[in-house]
């Protein structure tokens, strides 16, 4: 069956500008999280939705960043005025539901130039 | 705050050769641990999902065990094989997480020689 999809796969904008990634979870997962990937930090959770709600927000750095989730299936994350340090690999996974083991996709990888 | 590192950050081991990945995590009241492997230029892929209650998960020629009494899980690899060379990741679900988000360690990098 289908994995989770995102989209793009490569994104290179000019810093300032605002970017927006999509994720399409597993059908039927309930649960969605997107983690940011970088050299220096690792893997670090941003933010978690059940359904189109978002409960834990904790992992979004600066108030340029923001996500939303529709129809309890795709979530887009946005990242307003970009700065070179929001460079990094961002990932989205789904799971059945929170606290299930989660499956990831390809990720985006975003250079600000 | 849970903490999770693995060691050796980096291995390399000739084709054939078993070995074993290590994880540790700083609070032992985990929900769940789960090991990844990541590719290059890739996402990452669930090898193994291991519940707090369970002490060991097993897929072909990974094993995955858990300890939580000593803040440790190890992934046992068998008989390894060049394809086997890849990043791999542990993750760790706080116990009094009801959201599911991942901790995940810094990886190893594992690189298996023909």
């Known amino acids: 069956g289908a994995g989770v999809s995102q989209s793009p796969s490569n994104k290179v904008t000019e810093k300032g500008k605002d970017v927006e990634l999509r994720c399409d979870p597993i059908?039927?997962?309930?649960?969605l999280y997107w983690y940011r990937q970088s050299l220096g930090q690792g893997l670090e959770f941003l933010i978690y939705?059940?359904?189109?709600?978002?409960?834990?927000k904790s992992g979004l750095p600066s108030d340029r960043f923001s996500a939303e989730r529709t129809g309890g299936s795709v979530s887009t994350l946005t990242i307003q005025r970009t700065q070179q340090e929001d460079s990094a690999v961002y990932l989205c996974?789904?799971?059945?539901?929170?606290?299930?083991?989660?499956?990831f996709g390809d990720g985006t990888r975003l250079s600000i130039l | 705050k849970q903490e999770v590192t693995q060691i050796p950050a980096a291995l390399s081991v000739p084709e054939g050769e078993n070995l074993v990945l290590n994880c540790s995590f700083t609070?032992?009241?985990?929900?769940?641990l789960q090991w990844f492997r990541q590719d290059p230029g890739k996402g990452l892929t669930s090898l193994l999902l291991?519940?707090?209650?369970?002490r060991e998960q097993t897929s072909g020629r990974l094993n995955a065990s858990l300890d939580k009494s000593s803040g440790r899980s190890t992934l046992y690899i068998a008989a390894s094989q060049p394809g086997d060379s890849a990043t791999y990741l542990c993750?760790?679900?706080?116990?009094?997480?009801?959201?599911?988000?991942?901790?995940f360690g810094q990886g190893t990098t594992l690189q298996v020689k023909p």
């Open positions: 996974a789904s799971s059945l539901e929170g606290n299930r083991g989660q499956h």
């Open positions: 059908s039927g997962h309930t649960a």
């Open positions: 939705f059940q359904g189109n709600s978002a409960p834990d």
């Open positions: 609070d032992s009241a985990i929900y769940n």
């Open positions: 291991i519940q707090s209650s369970q």
């Open positions: 993750a760790a679900v706080g116990g009094s997480s009801n959201t599911g988000k991942l901790i």
